[in-house]
DNA sequence: CGTGCCGGGTT
DNA sequence: AACCCGGCACG
């Protein structure tokens, strides 16, 4: 769209450098705005293009820092302070990140890529500015620097988890357990990407990550491990968990932490099949006792557009126990609403039957054998996706629900 | 009153 | 189709 005409304008003065960024900060208020007027409307829509926009102006910004030679007489104090964070950014994922240097942009991860060159822009307002990046939802102005409240204004999941992303795996899951609470959303969740590959329950923090582990795990790209023909989609899910609840779930010095339970982070080192396998395992293990009692580590996967309604949480092996991944899940989590599935991009999961672990079986949970036949639907008692998402996070029910049909999601 | 969803409308 | 919504029954 614009763009075209915007880096042009760029190329040829520089010295718009500035309204360029002036531009870019508008325009980022702008989505914030929209996406801050949540309440029931098309919210997807404006984080679209507001990813977009953002994507668009990151490679702006790129062009701006690579064309423009910064006069010598204002290197003084931005370029210092730019250093010093570049330096830094780059000696943590030297030091945590030996497999992931990202090159230009690609297409899925130019996200994740363009975070983490963030750190790099001139930007007049240096450090605070690139911090605040990760959420441009919380902050209308990125000049205060403000602490991020709670702010319902949230959008569920920014895409990308945060600017620390593409690091990788190992560091992720750890990344993931020390980063003390990003921003306190109204139950603290936690976005994560797992592995739907058959066998592998590998979690990671970074769609990036995740992406990357894909694509070299499972579909062998190794060489060229910076290509991405976006196949990885199919292949992984956003799920969310509820780092609050759980504690509250435990209601006492829990021996078993969120961190735990998911997935044992030491384990993490490089990629390795057989080592999925472990992880995996764990989490199975863990998982499995505790579910049948309470609930410890709440995640519920969604595959967004949903008639495949709530494909299998599928936590290998343990689904087994589970008569139905929907209807199981939402009976022991009740009031705090723990859990939400992401729709991470309108793939489909062709990896998992998806038909089959649904319907059927179904009869053991649900309501008591009910011999009317009723004129009227009885209305079933499960909480739909309204319910369980909410009028805020309409994006995320199921289609049916959302055109006001019978939930395809939650049956009952 | 909120929710689930039928029936019917629009794109 | 895909999408949206008025309106009604149910709780």
């Not at 980022?28 to 977009?52: F, G």
């Not at 299998?312 to 939402?330: D, L, Q, R, W, Y």
Request: proline content about 8%.
């Amino acid at each position: 769209m614009t763009f075209t005409f915007q880096s042009e304008d760029l190329k040829r003065d520089s010295s718009k450098k500035l309204s360029q960024q002036h531009l870019f900060s508008l325009a980022m208020e702008e989505d914030v705005k929209t996406a801050d007027t949540k309440k029931p409307n098309r919210v997807l829509d404006h984080e679209k293009e507001n990813t977009r926009s953002v994507c668009l102006l990151e490679q702006k910004r790129k062009v701006v820092s690579s064309n423009i030679d910064v006069p010598p007489a204002r290197k003084s104090s931005e370029e210092l302070d730019m250093d010093k964070v570049t330096a830094a950014m780059v000696l943590t994922s030297l030091s945590t990140s030996p497999l992931v240097r990202s090159p230009p942009v690609r297409p899925n991860e130019g996200l994740s890529g363009s975070w983490k060159e963030g750190g790099c822009v001139p930007s007049s307002s240096s450090s605070s500015g690139y911090w605040s990046w990760s959420a441009p939802s919380d902050q209308s102005n990125p000049s205060t620097p403000s602490p991020p409240l709670s702010a319902d204004s949230f959008k569920p999941f920014r895409t990308q988890a945060q600017p620390d992303d593409g690091i990788d795996e190992s560091e992720a899951s750890n990344l993931l357990f020390d980063e003390p609470i990003p921003r306190k959303r109204k139950n603290s969740m936690k976005v994560m990407f797992k592995c739907l590959w058959k066998n592998c329950g590998k979690v990671l923090s970074t769609a990036a990550g995740i992406q990357k582990h894909i694509r070299t795990i499972h579909l062998g790209r190794v060489g060229d491990s910076d290509y991405s023909d976006g196949e990885e989609d199919f292949y992984y899910t956003e799920i969310k968990l509820n780092t609050d609840s759980v504690a509250d779930g435990l209601g006492s010095p829990a021996p078993v932490s969120p961190s735990q339970s998911l997935a044992s982070p030491s384990t993490f080192s490089t990629s390795d099949s057989s080592r999925t396998e472990t992880c995996a395992k764990t989490e199975t293990k863990l998982m499995t006792p505790l579910s049948r009692s309470a609930p410890t580590t709440l995640y519920l996967v969604h595959t967004d557009h949903a008639y495949q309604a709530t494909p299998p949480v599928t936590i290998p092996g343990s689904a087994k126990f589970t008569p139905n991944g929907s209807s199981f899940s939402i009976s022991w989590q009740s009031p705090p609403v723990t859990f939400t599935g992401i729709p991470v991009s309108p793939t489909h999961n062709h990896l998992m039957g998806t038909g089959e672990q649904r319907q059927h079986t179904h009869t053991v949970l649900s309501s008591p054998p009910r011999g009317t036949v009723s004129l009227r639907k009885p209305r079933g008692e499960g909480k739909k996706c309204r319910k369980v998402y909410g009028m805020e996070n309409r994006d995320m029910w199921c289609t049916a629900c959302r055109w006001k049909k019978a939930c395809q999601r939650f049956t009952d």
